[in-house]
């Protein structure tokens, strides 16, 4: 298992490019489409976003950090990919495309160098934070085709890490195409608000643009927020120029259970837990 050639990154990315064609385009578009749903159906997919800016009420780490950094020293292994994949097909000018994904669970051993670096827990951190620093929006989850595409087994625990940006991320990008059931399999994290202060927005529209579900409008030129359609990433608080938009979690043991609860068996069936605050180091 594993061997990929040293090409494979560069021939994703070109093949990548196609699951950017919108429905609109004959006949490409609709096979994308189709594609794009198949993939993310029931017992396939199982992801979260976790807002990078989210105000925890009880501890001072941003929440993607305290979570991500105890789910990677829980990990049996985990690697680096080299390069993210939505960056590298759409020529991203705003972020490193050498921010790839990171990859946790044990089929991560049977990961080919020429995608990968094996990284250690402290190498993995270290990743993390530099990603979160240079404000990219970490999901986790786990698709069915992740093992295909990294060619490790598929009865072996795998979990990804993706750090998105808002504009090259083919998540953001399709999920306006996709059917109603398959929105429902991107999991809002619990316990988490997201707030807008009227006297502070300035009707500028951007956060409206960059919302990848439409739960953001324009109303009597302030943006309306739509608690039903949010999933909970933050990229709205990310893009506010006024910090008009908060995100909050008041119960982070809640909130950080739920997702432990789906995620543990990806990453070795080991059981997950909250360290102590006094356990998380500074951001
Ligand atoms: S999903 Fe996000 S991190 Fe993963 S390849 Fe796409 S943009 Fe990069
Ligand atoms: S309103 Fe949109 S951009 Fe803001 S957190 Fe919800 S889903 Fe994300
Ligand atoms: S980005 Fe901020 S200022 Fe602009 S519309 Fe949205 S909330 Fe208002």
Partial sequence: MGKRPAWYLWILAKLWKLSYIPPSVPILGKLVAGIRAQSIQRDM???????INAQVTS???PLPVVVLENIIRESDHRTIIHRCTCREARGCTSYDIHT?????????????????????VEEAIAHLHKAVDAGLIPFMGHAAGDNVIWN???DRPFLTVCFCCPCCCTLFFGYKYLPEES???????RGI?????????????????????QAITLRNAKAFHDEERCKGCGVCASVCPEGAVSVRIHDLETTTS???GRVSQEVGGVPMRLKDESDAPAS
């Fill in 100 to 120: 790839g994904c990171l990859h946790i669970g044990a089929a991560t051993e049977e990961e080919d160098t020429t995608v990968a670096r094996h990284a250690t």
């Fill in 152 to 154: 490790v087994s598929k």
């Fill in 59 to 61: 501890v001072s780490t």
């Fill in 193 to 213: 608000t997201i707030e807008v202060d009227n006297d502070r927005c300035t009707g500028c529209g951007a956060c409206v643009s960059r919302c990848f579900t």
């Fill in 45 to 51: 997919f199982n992801i979260s976003h976790l807002p």
């Fill in 183 to 189: 929105k429902g399999l991107f999991h809002r994290l």
């Fill in 258 to 260: 739920e997702l432990f």
